[in-house]
Structures are given as C-alpha cells and as structure tokens.
C-alpha cells in the first residue's frame, strides 16, 4: 500500500454499480454534495463502480479545520486506499476539478481517464464572499421552517436558482431551529485557498475538458495551457451551458463523458 499523507479525513461516499466494473470517482464543487450526482451516477453504474463522494467540509463527511487541495488530494488517497481501489477514473467539477488535477499531480499511477468540468487549473479571482455573507447571516437557529431562511437568502442573493443550489445544504435540528450541513465557517476562512492555483505538469493520461460555452471558469488560454501539458487531451463545449454545465445539460454530459471513459 501507498504512504498516505499526515491526517487525510475519512470521506462518505455512495458506491453504485458492482465490483466487477471499473472504478469512477465523482468529486462535486463548493458547497456541493454526492446527492447532486446521484441521477447522473446511477447512469455511469451502467458501466462503472461509481463512487460519489462527499468532500472535507461538505455534506456527510468530516468537518476539519484545513481546506485546500494538498489536503483534499490526500483525502482521496485515503479513500482509495481504504476502498482498495488501485486505479479509478475520476470526474470532478469546479472545487473537484481542481482536486483531480492535484491529485493526478501527485498520484498519475492510479488515474485511468480524467475529467475536469468547468474548471481550470489557474487562480480564479475570488468571488464567494456575498454567498457566505449570506450563509453566515442567515437566521438558521431561531427560523421555524425552511421559507424563512429562503426568503432570506432570497433577498441578499437574487438568484433563485443559486438559493435552490444552497438549500440542498440546509438540515434540520431535532432540538429546533437548523444548521447548514457543511462547514460554513471553515470554508469562508479558506475562500482563498477554494480559487488558488493548482499545478498541471506534463502528462499523458488520458484527459477531457468539458465546459459551458456560457461559463466564464475557462476561456481560450486556460484551453491552451491543457493542451500543451496533456498529451492525451479532449475538449468538448456544451453550448449553451454555464457553471453547472451536468445539471443543466445532464443528457450531453453523460453522452460524452461515457464515450471518453470508454476508450
């Protein structure tokens, strides 16, 4: 077995599909769970172990007070290890592609096929602080149901789509009033560390950039900076697609995902 590094968290996942298949790791963005790739995962069990996983800090898995990509790609080690996975594809999107990429910096020998969805490796302005403004002002303990803290949102945000994204996020406490499932605190802290920079060395396994047409998270130079480090690159732009390219546009990302992960 591989040296994990110091302290990796131990990650919740949900496992689709059968040992017999090959191994695919989903890893979701910031403030994202393994629920959001549920419908999606259970179509890559077709042909895949299909492992959707909880990140550090989010959804079912461990809180810590570290949050940045070193840490994250260790997380996803372990999990292998623990799993007894030797070498899985992985998709990830956003905050998961950038993980990906760290982890195929560290680890090329157990990637088989690498997605990266709307996420380049580069720094990214930071641009989450009026979201965890929101968050953290929102009047989660004292608010008797879930349309108070909505409104709520609502009114900071103006984006109705955004606020149905976030309270996916939101649980209820026996004891009343609710609390944000994942670490809010911690991730606001690390913001900084959510956007920075991730290495991407000369590779050669086999790597597909997919990416909304009407997204801003990569453009022309980041197209090219993949291109000249992966050697075994493939681009694919969904048209009409923003940041959340595989839930808007869940059909052409399978289809051309699936037919990647099967060369």
């Not at 909880?54 to 461990?62: K, T």
């Not at 996975?85 to 990830?92: C, E, F, K, L, Q």
């Not at 998961?96 to 997605?115: I, N, Q, S, Y």
């Not at 955004?162 to 605190?185: H, I, Q, S, Y």
Request: proline share 5%; glycine share 6%; with cysteine.
């Amino acid at each position: 077995m591989m040296e994990v590094s110091a302290d990796p968290v131990p990650l919740f996942s949900r496992t689709l599909g059968n040992e017999s298949q090959p191994d695919l790791i989903i890893l979701h963005g910031l403030l994202g769970t393994s629920d959001n790739w549920q419908t999606l995962g259970k179509q890559f069990a077709e042909s895949h172990r299909v492992h959707l996983v909880d990140q550090r800090n989010h959804g079912r898995s461990p809180h810590h007070p570290e949050h940045d990509y070193p840490s994250m790609a260790s997380d996803l080690l372990g999990f292998m290890e623990h799993q007894g996975i030797d070498r899985a594809s992985i998709i990830g999107h956003s905050m998961g592609g950038k993980t990906a990429l760290m982890f195929a910096h560290d680890h090329p020998e157990r990637v088989e096929h690498l997605v990266v969805a709307d996420m380049a490796a580069r720094a990214y302005a930071p641009h989450h602080a009026p979201i965890f403004d929101a968050l953290l002002s929102a009047p989660i303990a004292s608010a008797a149901d879930r349309g108070t803290i909505e409104d709520f949102l609502l009114e900071r945000l103006s984006d109705v789509g955004m606020v149905a994204f976030l309270m996916k996020n939101l649980r209820r406490e026996k004891a009343g009033g609710f609390t944000w499932r994942p670490n809010v605190d911690v991730l606001a802290h690390h913001l900084a560390d959510v956007v920075a920079e991730v290495p991407l060395s000369m590779n050669t396994l086999p790597t597909l950039m997919i990416f909304g047409g009407a997204s801003n998270y990569v453009n022309t130079a980041d197209l090219d900076s993949f291109n000249t480090h992966c050697m075994q690159l493939e681009t694919h732009r969904i048209e009409d697609a923003g940041h959340w390219l595989h839930a808007s546009h869940p059909a052409e990302f399978f289809e051309v995902v699936s037919e990647f992960l099967a060369n």
